[in-house]
């Protein structure tokens, strides 16, 4: 079974672990949004990208759900002893990997090569694309004016009110390599348990991709990031009514309309299958809180019986 999954970070890469303990992990091609990359101190940082490595390679910090497990924080007190901006945490050993991307950026390679080379080195058999290689930056739009999504994100821990958001330089961003390939020949496409504005967003939004998940044969299915009428965590309610879509089931299948051929939703959400089932997707009811290992592995086993 070939499988493409359209991944944000902390809740794809849950997801994604549970994945390739059920496939072969070198069947599963991850497509990772680099919408929510940054600069600081001179590193490139594509802190999605990172999140579905580090967990697929065993090294992620558990308890934060990003980073490297057991890492110190050194250079980070020396930079904010020297006053250079702090605000996003950065690890002594994750700062090995953003020294390494930004010396290979700069030596010519592209992200998605940069991108191979680190998950090999770490061990993942799972080939992870970014969506793009070019630029692309989501922005959130506040009553305070717009920011960068990591200055919303971590910097403001997503307290401001969110009016709108973008993805600056989508519109003439190409999509990377293999992208559109995969998604044509896989046999299953995943959206996963991921932000469907600031994760999933930004890689529909790279041209190309939207038309390739229409045409494809695959099975397209999505694992709703929306439990209960809430997101599991993070800003995805804000950031959802801010595009007009209502914060629940229903939501994610408009936010999704027109690609899917399956939903899943979770129990408590089970009212909600009837209606969405008149709408011609199919609606797979099931716990999908990754509260453990156990609940990663069962719902990437649900996701893929979806499948006809
Ligand atoms: P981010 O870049 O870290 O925000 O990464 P994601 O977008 O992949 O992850 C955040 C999203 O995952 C949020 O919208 C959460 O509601 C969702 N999420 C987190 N944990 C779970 C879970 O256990 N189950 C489901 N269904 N969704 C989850």
Sequence with gaps: L?????????GAAKFLRGLVAVADPSDVTIVGNTGDDLELWGLSISPDLDTVMYTL???VDEAK??????????????????GCDTFFALGDEDIATHLHRTERLRAGLTLSQVTDELRTKLG???????????????????????????EFFVRDRCGPDVVDVRYEGAERSRVAPGVIEAIHTADVVILCPSNPVSSVGPIL???????????????VVAVSPIVGGAAVSGPAAKMMRAKGLEVSVAGVARAYEGLLDALVVDTRDGAFA????ATGTSVVVTDIVMADRTREIALAQDVLKSAP
């Design 205 to 219: 939004a790279v041209p190309g991709v939207l038309g390739a998940l229409v045409e494809t044969t695959a099975h």
């Design 2 to 10: 070939k499988i493409v999954a359209l991944a944000g970070g902390t």
């Design 57 to 59: 390679a065993g090294r």
């Design 124 to 150: 993942v058999r799972s080939p992870i694309l970014p969506m793009s290689d070019d630029r692309v930056r989501t922005r959130v739009k506040t009553p305070g004016g717009w920011l960068d999504f990591q």
């Design 65 to 82: 759900g990003w980073g490297v497990a057991n890492d110190s924080f050194h250079v980070r007190a020396a930079m904010a002893r020297l």
């Design 274 to 277: 009837e209606d969405l089932r």
